[in-house]
């Protein structure tokens, strides 16, 4: 008998490709000056120039490159002779993990008085919200200023007091999420199943959550580093010897006509670094937020 002939079946179109949109060129910029940032910070000893805190007298209030100054001090010196390249990066990592430090606080406070608040409901809920309610009222630079004021300078205080900013917001959010997230079925099921709270909030309320987190904390973030620079800028912040961006604009004001390159640097700096982290949490939002799509 003669052989069938075989029969090539047609090949199939690729399924296509879903092109996902190249972020815009101001956020590539963000990017690209946080890693700038971060990478400064991380090797502030090896890439510093000198030390912070050298002197060098002969060369007081020697202007930068481009006005006169010497390759020798590339931004400039001040009144004492301190470099200002030296200095403006270990007021960049200083300032930094200040921020990081902060945001990390208040949102590890927050989220927790928000799932305990969503957990146990009833007078605990009502205990919670009132002391959000009381924060959000309260100033909170004029907060600061007291309790800087109040009980003095130091590092670890300055870092904790400024964890306390925005908390509120946290808690709000993930109060609101958990009780969406008890709403629906995977909550009931897994509470059902005898899962601890810890199991059921840390393993599948907090992953689900967690887009919405990791924004806030984007926006959050430069408005702590504002907030240092403010503190710094009236003499409470960072205390010398140690330098943040903020107490380099504070010092610089009183050289603003004769020298405005002590102060110039470090503003602009915290302007860049601000816009950048907006930047980047306007775009994160826009892109883990299923109702902006």
Known sequence: MPEAPLTVAAPTAAPPRIRRARPPAMVLFGFGWLALMLAIALLADVVSPYAYTALDLRNRLSPPIGFGGAWLHPLGTDELGRDVLARLIHSIRTSLLIAFGATIIGALVGTSLGFLAAHFRGLVE??????????????????????????????????????????????????????????????????????????????????????????????????????????????????????????????????LTRAPWILLAPAITIVLTTLSVSLIGDWLRDRLDPTLR
């Open 126 to 255: 009502q205990a919670v919200m009132a002391l959000v309610d009381f924060s959000a009222s309260i100033p909170f630079l004029i907060l600061a200023l007291a309790v800087l004021a109040f009980f003095g300078n130091s590092m670890v205080l300055l870092v904790c007091l400024l964890g306390l900013h925005a908390w509120e917001r946290y808690a709000r959010i993930a109060r609101g999420l958990a009780l969406s997230a008890g709403a629906q079925g995977y909550a009931a099921a897994v509470r059902q199943l005898g899962a601890t709270p810890w199991r059921l909030y840390g393993r599948h309320v907090l992953p689900n959550i967690a887009s919405t987190l990791i924004v806030s904390m984007t926006l959050a973030f430069p408005e702590i580093i504002l907030l240092e620079s403010g503190l710094s800028f009236l003499g409470l912040g960072v205390q010398p010897p140690a330098t943040s961006l903020g107490s380099m604009v504070g010092y610089g004001r009183e050289y």
